[in-house]
């Protein structure tokens, strides 16, 4: 279990920036993968390193298992190498004089108490085995692929034993077929070791795909956190619908409120959606609708639909993504059947599942959350 309480940090010379930890708090379950997601600067690889001891906070506590590693209020600090921690940076930190066993060995090398050189070989050897690296124990380190380093780092970062694994970035500098597979194995290790873990990264394929828990972050605050399928389908405000994923973000006003829907005139008509908390008649809002909550069609269904022009197409394998003018706004429409064929200027019609509608309150208003703060509809 990790547990973060008022946690504060500031570099030197600068007020709160992006680049800080303002009043951060976090619990991270026991056997639990909590991810830190959010863009450049927003303040989560400096949350890792407080986390691991490489960095001092100003304020705060932090919790690792039952014991207290950090209070600077109680003059409490633990050094890094003294927390039950694991921790792959992003540049792997690789040493080419040394083979992979003597590699994933090194955090044994002058412990306490010390360990038997006979004992050091069969922790590395094991710790390899874990990742499937046991074969290739006394090849030279440069020797290794990308994805065969990652593994080591991996390995490195386990043989303590650790209470907690800090992953920070581990995939960046992969290809993009490496990086998916290794996201597979370490999120499958993760689950099979029971190992508390915080995974740091700016992308979302990478959050949504191995996090227990998803923690948005802007400016150094937690924005919103939550189950991945809930962050991703029904975000609470526009910053984490607008980073997670893409998102149809359209100007609106309340038409009418009424128990279980919420009437929102927009600029290609009107949606009935689900309840937006707080919402009254005359209230400006956006609406958020993900590309793939729309049915697609040449021919103008039975019912109520909207008369679009397709600006262009991308092919991504598996569907179609296509940017259609509607009404003046280009909205972008994702199609899993295939819809080969529809070119620029080609006239379509969409239906929306209103279902799938989010309404948030307009960027501005009273109601509408503040900037990388607490948001003001929950769900």
């Given at each position: 279990?990790?547990?973060?309480?008022?946690?504060?940090?500031?570099?030197?010379?600068?007020?709160?920036?992006?680049?800080?930890?303002?009043?951060?708090?976090?619990?991270?379950?026991?056997?639990s993968?909590?991810?830190?997601?959010?863009?450049?600067?927003?303040?989560?690889?400096?949350?890792?390193?407080?986390?691991?001891?490489?960095?001092?906070?100003?304020?705060?506590?932090?919790?690792?298992?039952?014991?207290?590693?950090?209070?600077?209020?109680?003059?409490?600090?633990?050094?890094?190498?003294?927390?039950?921690?694991?921790i792959?940076?992003?540049?792997?930190?690789?040493?080419?004089?040394?083979?992979?066993?003597?590699?994933?060995?090194?955090?044994?090398?002058?412990?306490?108490?010390?360990?038997?050189?006979?004992?050091?070989?069969?922790?590395?050897?094991?710790?390899?085995?874990?990742?499937?690296?046991?074969?290739?124990?006394?090849?030279?380190?440069?020797?290794?692929?990308?994805?065969?380093?990652?593994?080591?780092?991996?390995?490195?970062?386990?043989?303590?034993?650790?209470?907690?694994?800090?992953?920070?970035?581990?995939?960046?500098?992969?290809?993009?077929?490496?990086?998916?597979?290794?996201?597979?194995?370490?999120?499958?290790?993760?689950?099979?070791?029971?190992?508390?873990?915080?995974?740091?990264?700016?992308?979302?394929?990478?959050?949504?795909?191995v996090?227990?828990?998803?923690?948005?972050?802007?400016?150094?605050?937690i924005?919103?956190?939550?189950l991945?399928?809930?962050?991703?389908?029904?975000?609470?405000?526009?910053?984490?619908?607008?980073?997670l994923g893409?998102?149809?973000?359209?100007?609106?006003?309340?038409?009418?409120?009424?128990?279980?829907?919420?009437?929102?005139?927009?600029?290609?008509?009107?949606?009935?959606?689900?309840?937006?908390?707080?919402?009254?008649?005359?209230?400006?809002?956006?609406?958020?609708m993900?590309?793939?909550?729309f049915?697609?069609?040449?021919?103008?269904?039975?019912?109520?639909?909207?008369?679009?022009?397709?600006?262009?197409?991308?092919?991504?394998?598996?569907?179609?993504?296509?940017?259609?003018?509607?009404?003046?706004?280009?909205?972008?429409?994702?199609?899993?059947?295939?819809?080969?064929?529809?070119?620029?200027?080609?006239?379509?019609?969409?239906?929306?599942?209103?279902?799938?509608?989010?309404?948030?309150?307009?960027?501005?208003?009273?109601?509408?959350p503040?900037?990388?703060?607490?948001?003001?509809?929950?769900?």
């Amino acid at each position: 279990m990790i547990k973060l309480t008022g946690l504060v940090k500031r570099f030197p010379g600068r007020t709160v920036t992006a680049n800080a930890v303002d009043g951060l708090d976090l619990e991270v379950p026991a056997g639990s993968l909590a991810v830190l997601l959010g863009p450049s600067g927003c303040g989560k690889t400096t949350t890792l390193r407080l986390i691991a001891g490489l960095d001092r906070p100003d304020r705060g506590e932090i919790v690792i298992g039952d014991e207290v590693v950090c209070d600077p209020g109680k003059g409490i600090f633990v050094r890094a190498h003294r927390r039950p921690i694991g921790i792959v940076f992003q540049s792997y930190a690789i040493w080419p004089h040394m083979t992979v066993a003597q590699n994933v060995a090194f955090p044994l090398q002058g412990g306490r108490p010390r360990i038997p050189r006979r004992k050091v070989r069969e922790r590395a050897v094991a710790a390899l085995d874990l990742v499937g690296l046991a074969d290739l124990a006394d090849r030279p380190a440069p020797a290794l692929s990308g994805g065969q380093q990652q593994r080591v780092a991996l390995a490195r970062a386990l043989i303590r034993e650790p209470k907690v694994l800090l992953l920070d970035e581990p995939l960046s500098n992969l290809d993009a077929g490496l990086r998916d597979r290794m996201r597979d194995e370490i999120r499958a290790m993760q689950q099979r070791l029971g190992i508390t873990t915080v995974f740091v990264t700016h992308d979302q394929d990478e959050a949504l795909a191995v996090g227990d828990e998803v923690v948005v972050m802007s400016e150094g605050r937690i924005v919103e956190k939550g189950l991945p399928q809930d962050i991703y389908a029904w975000p609470r405000t526009e910053f984490t619908a607008r980073f997670l994923g893409v998102s149809n973000i359209m100007a609106g006003t309340v038409r009418s409120v009424a128990p279980g829907v919420t009437e929102v005139v927009i600029a290609a008509g009107v949606l009935r959606c689900r309840p937006c908390p707080g919402a009254r008649d005359g209230d400006r809002v956006s609406v958020l609708m993900r590309p793939e909550s729309f049915l697609l069609s040449r021919r103008r269904p039975d019912g109520p639909a909207w008369r679009g022009t397709v600006d262009f197409s991308i092919y991504r394998g598996d569907c179609w993504d296509y940017h259609v003018k509607v009404a003046g706004e280009v909205l972008k429409v994702r199609v899993y059947q295939e819809k080969a064929g529809l070119a620029h200027g080609d006239i379509v019609f969409l239906v929306p599942d209103e279902s799938a509608a989010i309404v948030l309150p307009a960027p501005g208003t009273a109601s509408a959350p503040a900037p990388g703060g607490a948001p003001a509809v929950v769900r």
